[in-house]
């Protein structure tokens, strides 16, 4: 039985990796909530990928239409940002802006958190555990620690993106990537909730 | 084994197969969103490989031709380590408490930068 239950779960990894870079990965989940390369460096330096942290992005507050040029995290997929890749009109790169975990503390204790409490809230999002942020740990002289809110995101077009002053700040490795995406699976999808969408019970089969 | 099929992801929270199954499900799910980027070497330029929409994509262990690692006793040590990864990003998932996000939320453009 177990043995099946492996086969089961191998059959979900990616082929495109080989099995040097399987046993990675591997490895990686194994020592999950510890991560020990959260970033890629020195890869991919000028491609736009989902997953990516750049500076450039344009938020743009739907109060009052203020606009602010923020760092963000990219939520788009790759392939639908890619320059590469023929498609009629311009698409546009959905990002959530990145925020310092610091100045939410900050915030937090300026609103009346006491410091354990604020601690306490932080500490809980660098667990990954809140499900509709996604913690970013420091990347020394590139990103102080951060975080990006799934439920706080904006556009921004891609040919804009492209003519302006922009800048990448990272890249995320393969386990962190795969962090990124069960998040945003969890978030937006739901489907371990198994909430049936029927009228009425259905008709049993015979 | 069609994992992705909406009978066996409703029917995979009662049991401890299911729970298994649906990990792998998921990352099924993460591996193909990005149609197969790998992050640990340069690769050409990546286009969409899978066809969305209506029609299934037909996976099986062939199409995936695995390399098998960690086989016999690292067998259980694997399946823990992949099941807590899922326990802990949906298990024990929450939301922010209301207070919180409030103060988070009400101050959100002042903390872009």
Redesign the interface.
Known sequence: M??V?????????????N?E????L?EA??Q??NIKQFY?LN??EDEL??GDGWRGFV?I?FHNG?R?K??GLVLS???DI?V??PRDGDPNIIFA?L??VS??KQ??IE?G?SEAAATD?ID?IR???????FYLPELPHVLEESMA?LD?LHQHPLSDFHASEKAKLF????FA???F???L??HFTR??E?L?RYSEQPTAVT | ?N?LSPTT??S??GNT?GL????????????I??????????IP????QLTFGHKKPA???D?????????GSG?????E??Y???D???K?????DIE?RG???S???????
């Open positions: 177990e043995g239950l492996f086969e089961d779960i191998r059959v979900f990894l990616p082929r495109y990796l099995p870079h399987q046993d990675k591997l989940v194994r999950f909530p890629l890869k991919y990928l989902q938020a507050n203020d602010k923020v760092s997929n790759s392939c890619d590469k890749n802006p925020i310092r100045r939410f915030i937090l609103a958190k809230k809980t667990r990954q555990c809140i499900t509709s942020i809110i706080d890249t995320l490795d393969q990537f795969y962090l995406l069960l998040k699976s969890i489907f371990n198994a049936p | 084994m994992i992801i409703l995979s929270a197969r298994y199954t649906l990990v792998g499900a998921t990352l099924m799910a993460a591996s969103i990005p149609s197969g980027i790998e992050r640990a070497a340069q330029a990546h286009k969409s996976f099986t262990a199409t995936f031709q695995l390399t098998k690692v960690d086989q067998n259980a040590e694997l399946i380590a992949l807590s990864v899922y802990i990003l949906a024990r998932q929450t939301d922010l919180t103060i988070l939320h101050r959100l453009w002042d903390l872009y930068e």
